[in-house]
């Protein structure tokens, strides 16, 4: 499924947690997503609600297999990364890379072999 910037809806907290989990499986149950969650354990309906919830918001596809269904991504976590990174720049950084990249140099204290690392990934673009 495609989507672009303006569709694209926040996910919670916990629908997060939940697409985390299923973006490493690539495919699930509602069982495997809650052996992946950490203790304590939800109740299988509250899992199965926010499932529900991530289908309809395009997160999700389900296919029935048998009686149950096994849950897949619609959207790539490439993908959405790649929105939510986006969003973030021009939401908290004025559209601009610089201020973003900046932002992580001086709060993340990088060491210097971080520094040329970014500088040669930038550099090996052109």
């Known amino acids: 499924m495609e989507y672009n910037r303006e569709d694209m809806k926040k996910l919670t907290k916990r629908e997060d947690q939940i697409m985390q989990i299923v973006w490493q499986l690539k495919e699930a149950f509602i069982r495997d997503i809650i052996d992946q969650l950490p203790e304590p354990k939800p109740h299988y309906n509250t899992?199965?609600?926010i499932v529900k919830i991530l289908i309809k918001k395009g997160f999700l596809k389900s296919e029935l297999l048998g009686n149950t269904h096994q849950y897949s991504p619609a959207?790539?976590?490439?993908?959405y990364?790649?929105?939510?990174?986006?969003n973030i720049k021009e939401k908290y950084f004025e559209n601009s890379f610089p201020k973003l990249l900046s932002h992580f140099a001086k709060d993340e204290n990088l060491?210097?072999?971080?520094?040329?690392?970014?500088?040669?990934?930038?550099?090996?673009?052109?």
């Not at 959207?75 to 993908?79: G, K, L, P, T, Y």
């Not at 990364?81 to 986006?86: C, K």
Request: glycine content about 0%; overall charge negative; charged content about 35%.
């Open 47 to 49: 899992v199965a609600t």
């Open 75 to 79: 959207i790539a976590f490439e993908q």
């Open 111 to 126: 060491s210097q072999d971080d520094i040329d690392k970014i500088i040669e990934i930038i550099q090996s673009k052109n």
């Open 81 to 86: 990364r790649a929105e939510d990174l986006m």
